[in-house]
């Protein structure tokens, strides 16, 4: 038996949440939908225009690793924090929901990274994060027996912002297929697909990647293409198993011929779509390393990433264990 | 023309905020519903037996200055923040709110105040409040200027509990009432009328306070009854005005012989009662201070609560004043 089912890897950040109006956007030049990558000036500049806010723990891997935890899934974690107040939020938050964390914080600066994230009346949210101690995270930071006991490691591709993560994510490939687990990734956002597009293929490309999550925006960005279908076959062609996102149409997922669609849940009210792509990888990971079939992997990252789209905030507040089983998935 | 229609004064918080079951409450020794002080070697236990949190700003008397700025009042705050995270997020709240807000903050330690507040699942917060910076609050954080332009000067009973605040609120009250204005206090928790029961009588009867809030418990235990009739006609005897709380059963005014009866809103579903008291008195002070009826006093502080039960943390994420107008009281 394995001691961990998922380990994830990414920015560890702290997120603050407000909403505004379209406009808001426009005027402050901010990318709607997107990540956008902001210094400490502008996070300054930002934080001053932005409502009152409220605060939660976040980062694209650390969200998945709470739901696969709260998936009742085995998770762990490395990410960069800083030795400050919001480093101690962020470590409480994944260990609370039982995460294995134990990266080593910086002892003071630059402060834990925050993502200011503005959510329009349609539930979009546009991200603005400050990277602060994630630049910082290294192959120093790769728990060898962590990544050697995890059936599948998985990690974002905003990890190739900051200077050195990359190291570690080649350092943890190598560990992982060394003791014959799987590394899956997620091409996170589709700004970040263009800026590192042929190194994102050359992961798959080499197999340092078996596993790819992506949305369409992300599928299609990373072929230069206007073809859906084709980034599909594209996909399919350069890594063993790929999850294709598409919003409220659900997902594709393929595995080389083989191809499976899944409905998305049904939606009551879209408050806040922060962490919706996270926790889809929450639940098919959790499905996929506990031996179930893709529709069902599938299945459960519609129904993880549809409770979280329904509240404020990037990770379930209620147990998906729960919602699972009341939902015939478990 | 006044500057401010309402000053309030009160421990500067951040709110954690996590679901807990009624069993937790118990196994823990928290007083449910209750505001427990605790220590910070208490809080570092607490904090590690909670689950994954929110933080926003609170503070009882910091969310009636911010439902005031919602409403579209003009509000003022003081309290007591150190130089962290902590305290620039609690600084960044009420100030884009549109509050006034310049207290000086301590430069390091002790921290920012933080309350960890449990949430059961019957709506009902419990609070455990470390009050770290809140006990350097003194007569030298009073800005004379802002109390003599004030309106109201309101502040919680919780300020009994820090050492100096007292010192400050009767600064305040001296200078309130040199200038011709009101002040106004809440009793905050029965377990505080406990501990303050005489000077807070004092404060009433001596004419310090002017304007006095209470929910059903604090009203008994400020008269050490369970004869809710003689604890109104003993509150109306002892201050100009008082407002009394009564959760679903609405709210009576009393202002000598006169009585306003006010019923609560409907509430759909009870989220987190936190802040509900603080948005009742927001609500009601906004009436006050722009002139309206006792009964829209009433109204208006029915319609703040309301709203800020049926969401998670202590300040309305939507504009008061929208709601107000929408409910024909604006």
Redesign the interface.
Known sequence: MTKFDVLTVGNAIVD?I??CEDEFLVDNGIIKSAMNLIDAERAELL??R????????GGSAGNTA?GVASLGGKAAYFGKISN???GE?FT???R??GVHFETKPLPSTP?TARSMIFVTPDGERSMNTYLGACVELGPEDVEADVVAEAKVTYFEGYLWDPPRAKDAIRECARIAHENGREVSMTLSDSFCVHRYRAEFLDLMRSGTVDIVFANRAEALALYETEDFELALANIARDCKLAAVTMSEEGSIIVRGDERVRVEATHIHSVVDTTGAGDLYAAGFLFGYTTGRSLADCGRLGSLAAGIVIEQ??P?P?VSLSAAAKNAGLL
Chains 1, 2 share one sequence.
């Open positions: 603050i407000a909403r934080y001053s932005m409502g009152p806010a409220l605060e939660a723990s709470a400050d107040q919001l939020i409480h938050d994944i609370a929901q402060p404020v905030g990770r507040m």
